[in-house]
């Protein structure tokens, strides 16, 4: 699994470095700046929660894992734009795996 994950941050920024926007999705969203990509991560996000609520009532059971991965691109160009990797994400995981979810959000204060 962290291979693809891998393979598609390394995509995202030779698609940033070297694309020109006429042939790179990735390349155009970066180009048009930070409110551009938040739109499209708050557009990915609810279609991820309209998708998990078709996937719960049986109405849909294949677009749940389409909508998470569109979140999980978007947010990943997100983190490129703004000098960030998976890696830090990642990071901040295993942090959070040395304690349990109620510890640690309590420690957040």
């Given amino acids: 699994m962290n291979d693809i994950i891998a393979q598609l941050e390394a995509t995202i920024q030779a698609r940033i470095n070297t694309a020109d926007e006429n042939s790179s999705y990735v390349s155009q969203l970066h180009n048009k700046g930070l409110n551009k990509i938040l739109e499209k991560v708050g557009e990915e996000c609810t279609e991820l929660l309209l998708a998990a609520k078709d996937y719960e009532n ?27 990797s998976i890696n830090d994400v990642t990071q901040v995981l295993a942090s959070r795996t040395q304690q349990s979810g109620l510890e640690e959000k309590a420690s957040r204060g």
């Fill in 58 to 84: 049986g109405s849909d059971r294949e677009s749940l894992p389409k909508e998470a991965a569109d979140v999980l691109f978007h947010m990943m160009v997100l983190l490129n734009h703004l000098g960030l």
